[in-house]
């Protein structure tokens, strides 16, 4: 895309060469940077032998208007002479490299000029996104999405379509408004159009936006405010206002749109003579304006910047997206989605060349942005990629790359409606020991019981799965020699469930021996209903970890003894014991436990206490307690 919106800097070379190099350095300093590029081309091939400015000049010309090979040959020629690059030069330097594929060489030299800098932060987060960008780069992309070139394209620039109220609105450079040539680009300056959504595939059926909102120099990108009739476009100043070799530049206006008209248009606060603002977007309810400009103290070319939309229509100061967002080359194309998706366009993050297609997520709440990704090779080209946007079932975006029609190209494509992936994470641990657990098997069943993901703990006991966001889940974990434990999990927004742990435990440290030597179950004190046979809630899971363990050593037998203290009279202590262990044996058998391996199931009153409390002894309630239990007698180990 022609950068528009870069800041122009201008080399002044104050020596006389040759008569083409005069001529060459006039057509960069009148912003005609297609035909200097073709100029400065010349002369380089004929004479390596040239000042540095020359180098620059020709490098940028051609930077700026898309020949990446030959700036990224003359950028080369100018370290091979041993020509300082600025750092716009490095930056500009390593896009051109990424433009024709010189992916290993662009990162060569971006690293490089990170390490010399010393800028150590910027190489990490360098590093961290290089690593993210590999591992889109590698995949297959089984889903290439089908972009379909708009009949209403032509060999001119379109880009930046908005769909409203049933019409296409777009950006082009095409002849048709009675504008003049933009020099810079050798195409009449840009106007707004419109087309009836039905009638995209009829070039005739195109038409101007509205002839009130057409200058003599730049109009070009709008937005529509939702639910009202407030509008936000970037205009030009009027060439009538600028003095003789004055470059225009964009400026954002705030206006109604009545009946196709523009009314009461205003410029926004916060334009200056200095830099440019444009490529409005207003989100789904109204509350806030993105917007793209270059100016000062950004994160490096055209930044994207937000502000707050009060209920008076009044706008606050602009707000910088952040360096997530902003890079240090030009990022803008701000477009995002009702749930917070944020799409957006940059040649500075890491990505195919020329500028590509990132999406991150936008928290309303706090004005936050996380997770940036490039979209991957469905969307973006070594070329220029930009102007993504979703409405309904069509998705739109532009591009220059090849087969298109001529420029900047419209291109559409069916919405593939993204299955929605749930990732859970988590650690296994002993239940004793507390060490991890390597090797444990997770698997994740639906409510069906059927299994949709499994996966196994790293050497850390570490797990991460995917599956469908289609609850409830069951998550379970299973390891030999432990007992299988199981979660389940509603959690179903596709975002990441993190720290489902499982702490699981071995059965055969359930197995301790008692003060007469037998071998029985370590379990937590089992209740009844006071003065009743009844198990008391609390207590069930007690007895769902006796029928686990039965059921994890099948061949194992018990012996049940209930026990009482020695409170109330003898008989009826017996009886009441009896009673509680028949209750016990019931609620095994109840859960599938075979009689088999239940000996028996008898009931001792208060004639084998752990702790005598006979008439003579002074006992505490705690004393009591530990006389009324019941035990699970290991018969064979």
């Not at 040759?18 to 081309?41: D, H, P, R, T």
């Not at 009946?259 to 205003?266: A, M």
């Not at 262990?581 to 009931?603: E, V, W």
Request: proline letters at 3%; charged letters at 25%; glycine letters at 6%.
């Amino acid at each position: 895309m022609k950068r528009i919106f870069t800041i122009l800097i201008v080399f002044a070379i104050t020596s006389s060469y040759g008569q083409n190099i005069k001529k060459a350095n006039s057509l960069f300093e009148k912003n005609s940077l297609v035909k200097a590029a073709e100029a400065y081309n010349e002369i380089i091939e004929k004479d390596k032998s040239l000042p540095k400015e020359v180098f620059s000049n020709a490098a940028l010309a051609n930077y700026e208007v898309g020949n990446y090979r030959s700036s990224a040959s003359i950028y080369s020629q100018m370290k091979a002479q041993n020509y300082s690059l600025s750092d716009s030069e490095i930056f500009n330097y390593v896009r051109s490299l990424r433009g024709v594929r010189e992916y290993e060489k662009a990162d060569l030299v971006y690293r490089e000029f990170l390490q010399n800098s010393g800028a150590v932060s910027k190489l990490a987060a360098y590093e961290r996104e290089k690593r993210a960008f590999d591992s889109v780069f590698n995949l297959e992309d089984d889903n290439k999405v089908l972009l379909k070139n708009l009949e209403i394209n032509t060999n001119y620039a379109e880009f930046s379509p908005v769909n409203h109220q049933g019409n296409l609105i777009f950006s082009s450079s095409r002849p048709g408004a009675a504008k003049a040539l933009y020099e810079r680009t050798e195409q009449p300056y840009l106007s707004l159009y419109t087309v009836s959504v039905n009638n995209m595939y009829d070039s005739e059926s195109v038409r101007l936006l509205s002839d009130n909102l057409n200058s003599d120099l730049h109009d070009a990108t709008i937005a529509f405010s939702p639910e009202s009739d407030v509008i936000y476009f970037s205009s030009n100043e009027s060439s009538k206002n600028l003095e003789k070799n004055q470059e225009s530049n964009f400026d954002l206006y705030k206006a109604r749109w009545v009946n196709n008209e523009v009314i009461n248009r205003e410029k926004l606060h916060f334009n200056n003579s200095t830099s440019s603002a444009g490529h409005p977007f207003v989100n789904a309810d109204g509350t806030m304006l993105f917007f793209a400009s270059d100016m000062p103290d950004g994160y490096g070319g055209a930044d994207i910047y937000y502000c707050k939309i009060y209920e008076d229509g009044m706008i606050s100061d602009p707000i910088n997206a952040g360096e997530l967002i902003n890079s240090y080359g030009d990022d803008f194309t701000p477009f995002m989605t009702k749930d917070g998706d944020f799409y957006f366009a940059s040649d500075g993050h890491v990505g195919y060349g020329g500028l590509d297609i990132f999406k991150a997520d936008f928290d309303s709440e706090n004005k936050s942005f996380s997770q940036l990704v490039n979209l991957g090779a469905s969307y973006n080209t070594s070329y220029d990629d930009f102007s993504f946007t979703l409405n309904n079932t069509k998705g739109y975006l532009a591009s220059n790359r090849p087969g298109g029609k001529g420029d900047d190209d419209i291109y559409e494509f069916e919405i593939q409606k993204e299955e929605c992936s749930q990732m859970i994470q988590g650690t296994v641990y002993d239940l004793q020991s507390k060490a991890v657990l390597p090797r444990t098997m997770i698997f994740v069943t639906d409510e069906n019981g059927t299994s949709v993901a499994s996966t196994f703990t790293d050497d850390m006991g570490k797990y991460t799965l995917s599956t469908a966001c289609t609850p409830p889940y069951k998550v379970t974990a299973s390891i030999m020699e432990y007992f299988v434990k199981s979660k389940t999990l509603e959690i179903s927004d596709g975002k990441p469930i993190e720290n489902v742990d499982f702490f699981l435990e071995q059965p055969k440290k359930m197995i301790v021996t008692n003060k007469d030597g037998e071998k029985q179950l370590k379990l937590d004190p089992i209740y009844f209903e006071y003065d009743k046979a009844t198990i008391a809630k609390e207590s069930k899971p007690v007895l769902d970890k006796v029928v686990e363990f039965l059921n994890f050593y099948p061949d194992i037998q018990i012996r049940i003894e209930s026990h009482t203290d020695s409170r109330g009279s003898d008989l009826y202590n017996l009886k009441l014991s009896k009673e509680r262990a028949t209750s016990t044996l019931n609620y095994l058998t109840s859960r599938g436990i075979d009689k088999r391996q239940i000996i028996s199931a008898d009931g001792y009153g208060e004639y084998r206490p752990l702790k005598p409390c006979d008439e003579s002894s002074v006992c505490s309630d705690s004393d009591y307690d530990m006389n009324r239990r019941s035990a699970f007698i290991v018969i064979n180990n």
